[in-house]
């Protein structure tokens, strides 16, 4: 069962992809683009690990940020076509939240104080995204659309805790899976599907600056998910809010644009 279930997962990216590149590189219908622009980004990410069986949880805290490039390639009536990549910088995890079974704080006997828990896991990330537009093209607002794959690469791990997770007071919590302590990420390769909504403001002197809310859902586990693993799903979910600065470093001659 698991193992069709992730078959199911590569088809579903791997369609997401198909879907992405053929939207921006369709038949020239519309008029043609040649916009090539870079830039930086950098925000906020709010994550957590979906577990089963669960571990109750707030959102983690990290950051993101990275480098950024689009390319416009045609606009067909009012929807500008391009494609968007980003080579990211990301801090995923998750935070838990330790409650007895009356919904307060478990305090820990040794210290006497209300247990806490969080793993911070770093990756770099790569999303390719089919970016659609609508709006002012060169000088103003549009409001845009943005949905692809991405893949992302561990680079480390960090645990922030005020206790021995070698030996967690688990007496009294409503929820008692504590096997996450001890377990280090054993997946290096993440990989899932992302999609945003923002709005763009550009100047033909100044560049364009656009705001994002974005959503990413982890086709990959962190753990082993086989039948003798502990974990059957430990995949990432995260929400972002970026903002994003472009450049032109090339854009269509002789183009009506507006």
């Not at 990275?66 to 910088?89: D, H, P, W």
């Not at 206790?163 to 688990?170: G, R, S």
């Not at 990420?185 to 100047?203: P, R």
Request: proline content about 3%; hydrophobic content about 40%.
């Amino acid at each position: 069962m698991r193992m069709d279930k992730r078959f199911l997962k590569l088809r579903m990216i791997w369609l997401m992809a198909v879907i992405a590149f053929a939207t921006t590189a369709s038949a020239q219908i519309g008029k043609h683009r040649d916009d090539f622009a870079v830039g930086v980004n950098g925000g906020v990410m709010l994550s957590t690990v979906g577990f089963k069986p669960s571990v109750t949880q707030d959102q983690h805290v990290g950051i993101t940020g990275g480098v950024s490039v689009r390319y416009v390639c045609e606009k067909y009536y009012t929807m500008i076509c391009s494609v968007l990549a980003e080579f990211n910088y990301a801090q995923m995890g998750w935070k838990e939240r330790i409650l007895n079974t009356q919904d307060a704080p478990v305090i820990n006997p040794l210290t006497g104080i209300a247990e806490e828990y969080s793993r911070s896991i770093n990756y770099v990330q790569l999303p390719v995204f089919a970016h659609l537009a609508w709006g002012r093209e060169v000088s103003g607002m549009n409001f845009f659309f943005q949905a692809g794959p991405q893949l992302g690469w561990y680079l480390g791990e960090s645990t922030s805790t005020n206790f021995d997770v070698n030996q967690p007071y688990v007496e009294g919590r409503s929820n008692n899976i504590v096997r996450q302590y001890s377990m280090k990420v054993e997946n290096s390769f993440d990989y899932g599907i992302a999609a945003g909504l923002g709005v763009e403001w550009s100047n033909p002197k100044m560049g364009h600056f656009l705001i994002e809310g974005r959503y990413y859902y982890g086709l990959g586990n962190i753990y082993g998910a086989s039948k003798r693993d502990y974990f059957g799903i430990s995949n990432h979910n995260g929400i972002s809010i970026k903002l994003t600065y472009l450049f032109d470093l090339k854009t269509t001659k002789d183009a009506d644009r507006r």
